[in-house]
């Protein structure tokens, strides 16, 4: 082995030590600050109460969450669009069903490009690859009559921020292999479950819980509810996906950065009851006073992408300033 290629595997595990190092040094800061205060510590080390009256995670999941954590980003791309990370730009040129096989198998073309050089890569759904010192995942390939249909579900990551077992994987895998990608809050945004019928009073909310996490795991790949807390009926706040970490989404928009609130039920058919709007403005000002925000970030998964949640029994309230006006009258 000649010394130039040495000393790049020595220099890429050097990187890789560092930045797993990195990763450590936060979790144990988190962990340590947490026990200090009923709480969480964000991925900058600020700590932050929890909302109150909180039915924590442990609670009422038979599943703990999955993933890992990683300096990484995540989106669902359409063919044209790109994804950016650092200085690494991923762009989806198309997608297509491949049919030659016994099984058709669902592929992409992309374009990798970082400084001066590019490269692109046929891929098929459920692939992974390093480029460059990053990892490439490709989570989903959603085909005609699938939801998010002929978007790209992609995780890209620098591979120093990688435990081994990822960073070495020639497959997305499951729920187990996602990334926990860290953020910094900058918006509050509220949505519902969009279930197929109502949340009603003798059903038990939790299990709506479980198995909006068990099917997000096995269907779309996501290593817990993609949102960070939840109201049924009574506004009583159920955590979901720890708030440090972003969210999810079946749609284009990215969700890092966003405070996701989401009502159980379907709100396009049933009505918010005044318990209901008075819980859901209480969170949201205690959001703008922990997270230090203006009210002016508040607003809904509809503002971002082509969608109609939360609901329009809930979206009218947001429209006409209803929620605005109520989170105001709890600021100082």
């Given at each position: 082995?000649?010394?130039?290629?040495?000393?790049?595997?020595?220099?890429?595990?050097?990187?890789?030590?560092?930045?797993?190092?990195?990763?450590?040094?936060?979790?144990?800061?988190?962990?340590?600050?947490?026990?200090?205060?009923?709480?969480?510590?964000?991925?900058?080390?600020?700590?932050?109460?929890?909302?109150?009256?909180?039915?924590?995670?442990?609670?009422?999941?038979?599943?703990?969450?999955?993933?890992?954590?990683?300096?990484?980003?995540?989106?669902?791309?359409?063919?044209?669009?790109?994804?950016?990370?650092?200085?690494?730009?991923?762009?989806?040129l198309?997608?297509?069903?491949?049919?030659?096989?016994?099984?058709?198998?669902?592929?992409?073309?992309?374009?990798l490009?970082?400084?001066?050089?590019?490269?692109?890569?046929?891929?098929?759904?459920?692939?992974?690859?390093?480029?460059?010192?990053?990892?490439?995942?490709?989570?989903?390939?959603?085909?005609?009559?699938?939801?998010?249909?002929?978007?790209?579900?992609m995780?890209?990551?620098?591979?120093?921020?990688?435990?081994?077992?990822?960073?070495?994987?020639?497959?997305?895998?499951?729920a187990?292999?996602?990334?926990?990608?860290?953020?910094?809050?900058?918006?509050?945004?509220?949505?519902?479950?969009?279930?197929?019928?109502?949340?009603?009073?003798?059903?038990?909310?939790?299990?709506?819980?479980?198995?909006?996490?068990?099917?997000?795991?096995?269907?779309?790949?996501?290593?817990d509810?993609?949102?960070?807390?939840?109201?049924?009926?009574?506004?009583?706040?159920l955590?979901?996906?720890?708030?440090?970490?972003?969210?999810?989404?079946?749609?284009?928009?990215?969700?890092?950065?966003?405070?996701?609130?989401?009502?159980i039920?379907?709100?396009?058919?049933?009505?918010?009851?005044?318990?209901?709007?008075?819980?859901?403005?209480?969170?949201?000002?205690?959001?703008?006073?922990?997270?230090?925000?203006?009210?002016?970030v508040?607003?809904?998964?509809?503002?971002?992408?082509?969608?109609?949640?939360?609901?329009?029994?809930?979206?009218?309230?947001?429209?006409?300033?209803?929620?605005?006006?109520?989170?105001?009258?709890?600021?100082?």
């Amino acid at each position: 082995m000649g010394g130039e290629v040495r000393g790049n595997l020595r220099r890429r595990a050097v990187g890789r030590f560092r930045g797993r190092r990195a990763l450590g040094v936060v979790a144990l800061t988190f962990a340590a600050l947490a026990g200090a205060c009923r709480g969480r510590v964000d991925p900058y080390g600020t700590p932050h109460p929890e909302p109150p009256d909180l039915l924590r995670h442990s609670a009422w999941a038979t599943s703990p969450p999955l993933g890992v954590a990683a300096d990484a980003a995540r989106r669902n791309k359409a063919a044209g669009d790109s994804l950016h990370f650092h200085d690494l730009t991923v762009t989806v040129l198309s997608t297509r069903v491949d049919s030659s096989g016994r099984t058709p198998v669902d592929r992409a073309r992309l374009r990798l490009t970082r400084g001066g050089t590019s490269e692109e890569r046929d891929v098929r759904e459920g692939e992974a690859f390093n480029w460059r010192d990053h990892h490439v995942a490709i989570v989903a390939i959603y085909g005609p009559g699938e939801l998010g249909a002929g978007l790209v579900a992609m995780e890209v990551a620098t591979l120093a921020s990688l435990p081994p077992e990822v960073a070495q994987s020639d497959s997305a895998g499951g729920a187990s292999m996602r990334l926990r990608i860290p953020h910094r809050i900058t918006h509050v945004t509220l949505h519902h479950t969009g279930d197929a019928r109502p949340l009603t009073r003798a059903e038990d909310p939790t299990q709506r819980l479980r198995n909006l996490q068990a099917w997000g795991a096995r269907d779309r790949n996501w290593w817990d509810l993609p949102y960070h807390i939840l109201l049924d009926l009574d506004g009583r706040y159920l955590e979901g996906r720890d708030w440090r970490y972003q969210g999810e989404t079946n749609t284009t928009y990215d969700p890092g950065g966003h405070f996701l609130i989401s009502m159980i039920g379907n709100y396009e058919v049933q009505e918010p009851s005044p318990e209901q709007l008075a819980r859901i403005a209480d969170l949201m000002a205690w959001a703008l006073r922990t997270f230090k925000l203006p009210a002016s970030v508040i607003g809904g998964h509809y503002m971002y992408a082509e969608t109609g949640c939360p609901g329009k029994h809930l979206r009218k309230y947001l429209e006409d300033g209803t929620l605005q006006r109520m989170v105001a009258a709890r600021l100082p």
